[in-house]
Nanobody, 122 residues
């Protein structure tokens, strides 16, 4: 079992930046691929970004490409999402997720955090 705890959400003005973090409970985190997802009110959860266990492979949703950066620090068992040039449509609850499977588009994630709210004002 892997427990994930997100932090760092908050309120920011459009055009601003925010970083969210996700801390894992186990050292085996370093062997897991990690992903960030988000869910806005009234909408389905959507993929945002993902990173392989080594950090060598990264995927991004088209809507955030060039603005968001996913990274990880296996020594700190933490994955990060740096969000720049934020837009009101980025407002959502952001969730991190983990999978022991090799990273690929559409991979199934088995462990989820509780989410952190990101609100971008116009």
């Amino acid at each position: 079992q892997v427990q994930l705890v997100e932090s760092g959400g908050g309120l920011v003005q459009a055009g601003g930046s925010l970083s969210v973090s996700c801390a894992a409970s186990r050292r085996t985190f370093s062997t897991y691929a990690m992903g960030w997802f988000r869910q806005a009110p009234g909408k389905e959860r959507e993929f945002v970004a993902a990173i392989s266990w080594s950090g060598g492979s990264k995927y991004y949703a088209d809507s955030v490409k060039g603005r968001f950066t996913i990274s990880r620090d296996n020594a700190k068992v933490t994955v990060y999402l740096q969000m720049n040039s934020l837009k009101p449509e980025d407002t959502a609850v952001y969730y991190c997720a983990a999978t022991p499977l090799p990273l690929r588009v559409g991979v199934e994630y088995f462990y989820w955090g509780q989410g952190t709210q990101v609100t971008v004002s116009s």
